[in-house]
C-alpha cells in the first residue's frame, strides 16, 4: 500500500494534471462507466462536521473514498479546518492501495471543475473573469479559470470586503489588472462569474446577469447553501458534475424545489466533453455550472497523485 502524505501534494499534483483528472471523470460519469456512491455527511457537535464521499470508475480501475470534514477548533491547533484523506482500494479485491493527504488535492479538483465549465461553456472572447467570494477556494479558483481564456481584467466581490485584498494578490501575480467592485457593475462587466462562498442566500440576482454570461457556482455543497437567486437557474442553461447532487445538495436544490427548473432540464458538464451534448447553443444563452463536488473528482486526482508519485519517488510503501 502507496502513503503519499499531505506534503508532498504541492510538488506532485498541478493544475493541468488536475484538469485532466477531472476531464476525464466527468467523461466517464457521463459514460455511465463511474458512478458515486451517496454521500454520508454527519454533523459532530460544536460545528464539526464529517462526511464520505465515495465512488467506483469500472473502467478506469478507480474504487475509494474521501473521508474529511470541517473542524473549526483547528485554527487553535496551527492546522486547516479543512481536513480530508482519500484512501483507494484494489476494484477486484477491496484490497487498500493507497492513502493519500485530501487537503490540497480538493482545492485543485474543485477548481479543475469550473476550469473545465469554462473551457467547454464559457463564450469563447470572454475577456473579463467576475469572483464572488475571497476565501481559501478563491485563489485556486482564479488560476485555474485564467488557463482557459484570455481575460484582461478579474473583478470581486465579497461579502467581507478586507477579504478582498486575496483577490488582489493573486491578479497581479497572474499579471491581470484587480478592481473590488458592486454586484451590479459585477453583473454589467464580467462575462464569467465564479461564486465560490459559504452563502445561505441569493447574492446574484437574475437581473445582475447580462446575456452570454457564463457563471460556474461552486461554493453550494450542503443543504440549504445559496448563491444565485432561483429564477436565475430558470434562465440559464444548466449544468452540472452530477445531477443527482444538484438537486439535493447543489445550487439547482432551490429551483427545483421551488418549480422553476426540472431535474430532466439539467445536463451533465461530461456530456458536453464526450459530444454528446452541444453545450452553449448561442452566444446569447446564460449558462451555468453547479459544481457540487463528487467522490469520483477526489479519487481521480488522488490516483493521479499516486501515479506521480511512484514515478518520482516520493510515494512510500508499507506492508498493510
Ligand atoms: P472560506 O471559509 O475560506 O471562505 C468563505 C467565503 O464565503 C469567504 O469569501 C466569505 O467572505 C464568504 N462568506 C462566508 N459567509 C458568507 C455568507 N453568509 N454570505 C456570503 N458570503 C459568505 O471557505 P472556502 O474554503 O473558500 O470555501 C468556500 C465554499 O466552497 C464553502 O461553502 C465550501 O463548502 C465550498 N466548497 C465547495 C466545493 C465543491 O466541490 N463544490 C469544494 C470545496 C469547498
Redesign the pocket.
Known amino acids: 500500500m502507496w502513503v503519499v502524505p499531505e506534503s508532498a501534494i504541492s510538488g506532485l499534483v498541478d493544475e493541468q494534471s488536475a484538469f485532466e483528472a477531472i476531464e476525464g471523470c466527468f467523461a466517464a460519469m457521463a459514460r455511465r462507466d463511474a458512478y458515486n456512491f451517496p454521500v454520508v455527511r454527519e454533523a459532530l457537535g460544536e460545528g464539526r462536521q464529517y462526511g464520505f464521499k465515495s465512488g467506483l470508475d469500472r473502467v478506469g480501475g478507480i474504487l475509494g473514498v474521501k473521508a474529511g470534514g470541517y473542524f473549526p477548533g483547528n485554527a487553535a491547533r496551527a492546522i486547516p479546518?479543512?481536513q480530508s484523506t482519500v484512501y483507494l482500494f484494489d476494484p477486484e479485491s477491496g484490497k487498500p492501495t493507497a492513502m493519500v493527504g485530501g487537503n490540497l488535492l480538493?482545492?485543485l479538483?474543485?477548481a479543475a471543475?469550473s476550469s473545465l465549465s469554462i473551457k467547454y461553456l464559457a463564450r469563447a472572447d470572454a475577456k473579463v473573469l467576475g469572483m464572488v467570494?475571497?476565501?481559501?477556494?478563491?485563489t485556486f479558483q482564479m488560476r485555474a479559470a485564467v488557463r482557459q481564456r484570455q481575460f484582461e481584467k478579474v473583478i470581486g466581490w465579497?461579502?467581507?470586503p478586507e477579504?478582498l485584498t486575496r483577490l488582489e494578490d493573486t491578479a497581479t501575480e497572474l499579471g491581470l489588472p484587480f478592481e473590488a467592485v458592486e454586484l451590479d457593475q459585477l453583473g454589467a462587466e464580467a462575462d464569467v462569474i465564479i461564486t465560490?462562498?459559504?452563502?445561505?442566500?441569493p447574492?446574484i440576482e437574475d437581473r445582475h446577469i447580462r446575456p452570454g454570461t457564463h457563471l460556474a457556482c461552486?461554493?453550494?455543497?450542503?443543504k440549504g447553501?445559496q448563491e444565485v437567486a432561483s429564477d436565475l437557474l430558470a434562465r440559464a442553461a444548466v449544468f452540472t458534475d452530477e445531477v443527482a447532487q444538484s438537486i439535493s445538495i447543489g445550487e439547482a436544490q432551490h429551483a427545483v424545489a421551488a418549480g422553476l427548473l426540472h431535474e430532466s432540464a439539467i445536463r451533465e458538464l461530461g456530456a458536453v466533453i464526450n459530444g454528446t451534448h452541444p453545450g452553449r447553443s448561442s452566444a446569447d444563452e446564460v449558462t451555468l455550472f453547479d459544481?457540487?463536488?463528487v467522490g469520483l473528482?477526489d479519487l481521480a486526482v488522488a490516483s493521479k497523485a499516486v501515479e506521480l508519485a511512484i514515478a518520482s519517488g516520493l510515494a512510500q510503501e508499507i506492508d498493510f
Do not use: C, P, V, Y
Open positions: 479546518n479543512h480538493t482545492a479538483r474543485t471543475a467570494g475571497a476565501g481559501h477556494q478563491s465579497n461579502l467581507h477579504m465560490i462562498t459559504s452563502s445561505f442566500e447574492i461552486m461554493g453550494t455543497d450542503t447553501k459544481g457540487t463536488g473528482q
